[in-house]
């Protein structure tokens, strides 16, 4: 099985937010993206707006059910009331639950599933009675799998920041690819299925898709919209898929 890509599109949308401009296009680099062969769009809309706006939703949606509709749509964030609305409203094919405080710059870590399993739960429920896919962030550790299973999830995405991390620390990474392997192995025991993503790059890669073979996808912003900046879009799409095998 060979994972797909979601571009993440929150660093463009960041770039745009720089000015009062309609520059970059989000919904363009979007289109620009899946053209090239990826499978979805990745969108993290925080409650300041300050990467993807709430107004970009129905644009990325209306892209990828007009031109696209083989492509997924996958909206992260915390659940909030506000976030949840948005997602009813908007449909993705798949939301991902992360833990975030608003303060936060990016994701930084995942869920403890013991301690907000009730919540989790809840809207898990909610989600999966409206059809979307359930995918909650997860800490490279088989801890608290089962409770995730247990909410109803249908996948975890994996944090990879760890690993991305280590990149000029081979002994590093080793360490940080052991922890992701025996991670995915308790959740192919438990019948989850697995994403991954945060500072994934080309070069780092291929070693995760060799101790995952059962990934189903990653999500990728910051790397590959860096990688853009030296090889456009489109090409740095490509490049990313070869990656992945």
């Not at 919904?27 to 993206?33: D, K, N």
């Not at 499978?39 to 939703?57: M, N």
């Not at 094919?93 to 608003?102: K, R």
């Not at 920041?161 to 280590?166: K, L, V």
């Amino acid at each position: 099985m060979v994972a797909t890509l979601s571009v993440n599109l929150n660093a463009v949308a960041m770039l745009r937010n720089r000015r009062d401009l309609p520059w970059p296009s989000v919904t363009g680099l979007g289109r620009v993206a899946l053209d090239a062969g990826a499978s979805g769009l990745t969108v993290h809309p925080r409650p300041d707006q300050r990467h993807i706006r709430f107004s970009d939703l129905g644009d990325l949606r209306a892209l990828i059910d007009d031109e696209f509709p083989q492509a997924e749509f996958n909206i992260e964030g915390y659940p909030s009331e506000e976030f949840l609305a948005l997602v009813e409203q908007h449909e993705p094919e798949q939301v991902t639950l992360v833990p975030d405080d608003p303060a936060q710059n990016t994701s930084d870590h995942g869920w403890d599933f013991a301690k907000h399993k009730n919540m989790l739960s809840e809207v898990t429920k909610r989600l999966k009675s409206r059809g979307m896919r359930v995918s909650m962030f997860a800490d490279p550790t088989p801890d608290g799998l089962e409770i995730a299973k247990e909410t109803g999830a249908d996948r975890v995405e994996f944090f990879t920041g760890p690993y991305g991390g280590a990149y000029a620390d081979p002994k590093a990474q080793a360490h940080e690819l052991a922890l992701l392997e025996r991670a995915a192995l308790k959740a192919v025991e438990l019948g989850l299925g697995i994403n991954a993503g945060h500072d994934l790059t080309v070069a780092n890669l291929p070693a995760l898709v060799k101790v995952m073979p059962t990934l189903s996808e990653v999500s990728i912003g910051h790397g590959l919209t860096a990688d853009a900046l030296e090889y456009g879009m489109r090409q740095s799409v490509q490049r990313f898929i070869k990656a992945l095998g």
